[in-house]
């Protein structure tokens, strides 16, 4: 199985868009997932059947037992995330402060506080027409989305390990999510936009994936909307020798065919599914030549 992570250091690149495109165009088997968890938008282009939810349960939280508190304010006093409230009778934890840090559980004189497992986030696993996705949601406030991608790349291996491709939406930016996203695969496609901000933070992106060695590609969306910025891309892509495999016109028909829910390559006559279709067939034989390497 090759292992492929499509990134950005930026939202709004089209990254996206291009993991469903490239879903819709690889050839073999393929198993999809989705690590953005705190936005997951790859199910709204595949359309995928939901097969099963399961819970995920994220780190511990603090929980009051309100028969044994004696209300004597030593947790409230000794917790730095203010994640104590106190009530008429007893306190209670506000969940969405807690760190779970424990200290409460060690200053209580009473034992009336215990660290217990919260569900933060689900995880999805559903059938496309390209193969099996699996995905996520977070509960909005939650923490542990790095341990949410995680298990989200857990799943898909374990269901289907003996797929050709292991294809990622990864999120964006260089964060714990994406960390947990680049960890163990075998390349990474980064997209990019024409832009001051979109070359900056490519750099930074870049600067992350070369400490877990994978092979490192980029592509430059809407390339035509600014040819000096996107010329210098190109230019410290080249002083870099990182391999700029793709570049994809500004097309009104990729808005279009997200607003219907479809890959823009399922029509593939627009300047942007023709740009893709060859982004995809140069990043295919790059993937066969990380397969022949190993």
């Not at 986030?121 to 989305?145: D, F």
């Not at 070359?199 to 600067?207: E, P, Q, S, T, Y």
């Not at 600014?226 to 700029?244: H, N, S, T, V």
Request: net charge neutral; with cysteine.
């Amino acid at each position: 199985m090759i292992r492929l992570a499509v990134i950005s250091g930026k939202g709004g690149t089209g990254k996206t868009m291009i993991t469903a495109a490239l879903a819709h165009l690889f050839c073999g088997s393929l198993v999809l997932a989705d690590c953005d968890v705190d936005a997951a938008n790859l199910e709204l282009i595949l359309s995928p059947t939901l097969i099963r939810t399961e819970p995920f349960m994220g780190m511990k939280t603090a929980v009051i037992d309100p028969a044994l508190c004696v209300r004597c304010g030593e947790c409230g006093e000794h917790c730095r995330f203010n994640a104590i409230e106190y009530l008429a009778d007893t306190c209670q934890v506000k969940t969405l402060r807690c760190e779970g840090c424990a200290v409460c559980t060690y200053v209580c004189p009473a034992s009336a506080v215990t660290m217990q497992p919260r569900q933060t986030g689900e995880i999805k696993y559903s059938e496309t027409s390209r193969g099996h996705l699996v995905h996520a949601r977070l509960v909005p406030g939650a923490g542990n989305s790095g341990l949410l991608v995680h298990a989200v790349k857990k799943t898909a291996l374990e269901r289907d390990g003996t797929c050709d491709r292991f294809i990622i939406d990864g999120p964006p930016g260089t964060g714990c999510p994406l960390i947990s996203t680049i960890s163990g695969v075998d390349a990474v496609l980064v997209v990019t936009e024409p832009s001051v901000s979109g070359l900056h933070d490519l750099r930074r992106v870049v600067a992350v994936c070369r400490q877990f060695r994978p092979r490192i590609f980029v592509a430059i969306n809407r390339f035509d909307l600014d040819a000096f910025q996107a010329g210098e891309i190109e230019a410290w892509c080249r002083g870099e020798k990182i391999p700029l495999i793709g570049k994809i016109p500004f097309d009104p028909a990729v808005i279009q065919s997200v607003r219907e829910g479809n890959p823009v390559t399922r029509d593939g006559t627009s300047p942007a599914a023709q740009a893709i279709q060859r982004l995809a067939a140069n990043i295919e034989q790059e993937l066969n030549r990380v397969g022949n390497q190993r």
